[in-house]
């Protein structure tokens, strides 16, 4: 909505990388979060990234921002069929509204 | 603790009519905010409200009302339902404001499927 766009699906096999991409258009966004939603299950927050930060990193996911090209991604090192999914990235502007993506669906092959 | 809580879980109206949602936040947080999901697509900001007050709106008609009470639950009204409201309804609360403030992350509800028939 308003502008966040991403790829719909991805399809990586077990045990590789998978990279989830993102672009956003307003400039004034401050933080960018990347968000989980399993079937019947809510939204999870995965990690979060200041507009001020070029990188991320907790456990197996990297966070990378591209502020110039308003481009985003997700990283998830060593993909497990547990990581299949529909991943949301969101960003926050103005402390007052949230707008997510479309969402990518992730299929992980065992 | 309990999470988020919404009620009910599932609910069909017909066109035309008026429908109330309810969302109870974690204890402790003071901001609630309201998003549709369509079906394939990405949740879509409603509305945001902290300490009973509104502090953000996003993109969706004046048939779209909410509030929030003395105890920071928090009620969705959608009047003169269209076919094109079928959706799931996501309720999330936070400590504090929407930002980036540590340990202010947003808590979703499971969400209430809303069919107009």
């Known amino acids: 909505g308003e502008d966040v766009e991403q790829s719909l699906f991805l399809s990586v096999r077990e045990g590789d990388s998978s990279v989830i991409n993102c672009t956003y258009t307003?400039?004034?966004?401050?933080?960018l979060y990347w968000y989980k939603q399993e079937p019947g299950a809510g939204l999870q927050l995965l990690t979060y990234i200041f507009s001020n930060m070029d990188m991320k990193q907790d456990q197996r996911l990297t966070v990378l921002l591209n502020k110039k090209d308003k481009h985003l991604s997700l990283r998830i090192a060593d993909t497990q069929t547990g990581d299949s999914a529909i991943y949301f990235c969101a960003e926050g502007r103005n402390f007052n509204k949230f707008y997510f993506g479309s969402g990518t669906k992730l299929n992980v092959k065992p | 603790d309990a999470g988020v809580t919404q009620s009910p879980t599932h609910l069909i109206k017909t066109r035309g009519q008026h429908v109330t949602l309810r969302c109870s936040p974690i204890?402790?947080?003071?901001?609630v905010s309201w998003y549709q999901q369509v079906l394939g697509q990405g949740p879509q900001f409603i509305f945001q409200y902290y300490e009973k007050e509104e502090r953000g709106r996003g993109n969706f008609p004046d048939r779209f009302s909410a509030r929030q009470f003395p105890n920071y639950s928090s009620e969705l009204n959608v009047n003169a339902l269209l076919l094109g409201d079928s959706a799931l309804y996501l309720c999330a609360s936070s400590l504090e404001v929407l930002g980036p403030l540590l340990n202010n992350e947003q808590f979703f509800g499971p969400g209430t499927r809303l069919t107009v028939l």
């Open positions: 204890s402790g947080h003071k901001s």
């Open positions: 307003d400039s004034s966004s401050t933080y």
